[in-house]
């Protein structure tokens, strides 16, 4: 009986201490409702819940104020409306929503209530997304154009790649890939030329692009550059040493310039042979006499051949018929004494003509100095025009402004424009004596510079020494400013 009593009482014991924690969460509910019910009546909220953003979600647009001018017309408007304007109706206001006027509500809306007020305040930057949008647009085209011209490249149609790769790059001529893919499709035209200045344009855009260095030299090989190609190979070597191509193009090259040297070397070509043929071979047709009119002689030098023709065609009548007959093999020696010797008068009245020719002079005049490049295509292109007219080449040099040359070569500068322009500074401004330094300090300033004065031979390192020390005599410079600018040249 004792044990079932303390079994009783505590189990009673146990009851009230799960009663009392029913009770005290009760409590606890109650309170919090009480501090929800508040926070409703009064409208802040003591705690706001921070929650991660929705994934997804489409950003809003960059919102700017308007000007202050246009705002200004829009004051009196908003003075009024702000005074129309009402408060924010609780969702337990049961009694104010019963006084809600509906109506009244919908013709604030369309007349422009407070959201209008507020984006009238505000005015989206569409000028700059509208430009993103449009240069993007423009990539996919050109993008797109490279895909199609790369298919008719795979189908040997040529010409369709070259008018596919040239609407990308008026799409897109920040775009390196172009005009290189445009120069391989010109090499497999023959258009020889136009492929070098496409790869040039690619280098300008990208000077460590391998393939466009690649195909530049084989269309300066094409273009029968030898020394020019060599050096595109060599670049190529240095920028990627495995290219086996680049190797076995070198040795090529070697063989045709050993060649050229053996030609040279070996005897003139223009010494006639005889020529021995067994009778046999000999042609059988007839001979026919060719009447030959010299030109660019004297009368008298005609009368003299004239009258030695009608010597020679009597001593030929004088001759007995006995000695006409002779052998076969006798005949037909004598036709071919008789053809040599008229080649040989032959070759005479040519070189006389040649002659004749040649003191007469052609004068042709020299091209108009064009306007100052947009571009560095358009700078290569003028060059390659006034290269043989150097006086014409400095006037048209001299009118780009130094300062600009960034802009000009944008991404970077072609070695070869930069030997170029080095060999007009020292052949023609040393000479006149003229200012030079604000052209070589601005030649620094082009992106990847460095580059270029890796690749720059021993001969261009010592024309910008002799330029640097005229600069040192002749212009009011700073010691320090040349001593950054020669580091520069890596001098």
Excluded at 427 to 439: G, L, R
Excluded at 476 to 484: P, S, T, Y
């Amino acid at each position: 009986m004792e044990d079932k009593f303390l079994d009783l009482q505590q189990q009673m014991r146990h009851n009230q201490e799960d009663l009392k924690d029913f009770l005290r969460d009760l409590d606890n509910w109650e309170d919090t409702i009480k501090e929800k019910d508040i926070e409703l009546q009064t409208g802040s909220s003591t705690k706001q819940q921070k929650l991660p953003p929705v994934r997804n979600k489409v950003k809003e647009k960059p919102k700017r104020k308007k000007d202050q001018s246009k705002a200004a017309t829009n004051t009196k408007e908003e003075a009024d409306s702000s005074s129309v304007k009402q408060q924010r109706i609780k969702a337990y206001d049961y009694r104010k929503w019963d006084t809600f006027d509906v109506e009244k509500a919908c013709a604030e809306v369309e007349s422009g209530g407070e959201e209008n007020r507020v984006s009238s305040e505000y005015e989206t930057d569409s000028d700059e997304e509208r430009k993103e949008n449009a240069r993007q647009q423009k990539m996919m085209q050109a993008n797109m154009e490279k895909e199609k011209g790369n298919d008719f490249f795979k189908k040997g149609q040529f010409d369709e790649a070259v008018l596919c790769y040239t609407r990308g790059m008026e799409a897109d001529n920040t775009n390196a890939i172009l005009p290189a893919n445009r120069a391989m499709a010109l090499l497999k035209l023959k258009r020889f030329e136009e492929a070098e200045s496409d790869c040039s344009l690619a280098l300008s855009l990208d000077c460590t692009y391998v393939k466009a260095v690649c195909r530049r030299a084989s269309a300066r090989l094409g273009l029968g550059k030898l020394s020019e190609a060599k050096q595109d190979f060599e670049q190529v070597l240095l920028l990627e040493p495995s290219n086996k191509l680049a190797k076995t193009e070198l040795k090529k090259i070697g063989k045709l310039e050993k060649d050229e040297e053996d030609k040279h070397n070996s005897a003139p070509t223009n010494r006639i042979y005889a020529v021995d043929k067994p009778p046999h071979l000999r042609s059988k047709k007839p001979l026919k006499r060719i009447h030959i009119e010299e030109i660019g002689t004297n009368k008298e030098e005609n009368i003299d051949i004239e009258s030695t023709a009608m010597e020679t065609k009597d001593d030929q009548q004088k001759v007995p018929k006995e000695t006409e007959i002779s052998t076969d093999t006798e005949t037909h020696e004598k036709r071919v004494n008789a053809d040599t010797s008229e080649k040989s008068q032959l070759d005479k009245t040519k070189t006389a003509s040649e002659v004749v020719t040649a003191d007469v002079p052609v004068i042709t005049p020299p091209p108009s100095v064009p306007p100052s490049p947009q571009s560095s295509y358009h700078l290569l292109a003028d060059w390659k025009r006034l290269e043989k007219y150097p006086t014409q080449l400095v006037q048209y040099f001299k009118q780009i402004n130094p300062e600009t040359y960034p802009s000009l070569f944008k991404q970077s500068m072609d070695s070869d424009v930069l030997s170029k322009i080095l060999i007009l500074l020292h052949n023609h401004y040393i000479p006149s004596n003229e200012a030079m330094f604000a052209v070589i300090s601005n030649l620094t300033k082009v992106k990847r510079f460095d580059m270029n004065v890796m690749f720059m031979s021993s001969e261009e390192k010592k024309l910008v020494k002799n330029i640097l020390e005229h600069i040192s005599k002749n212009e009011n410079i700073n010691e320090a400013v040349l001593r950054d600018v020669s580091k520069k040249y890596g001098i």
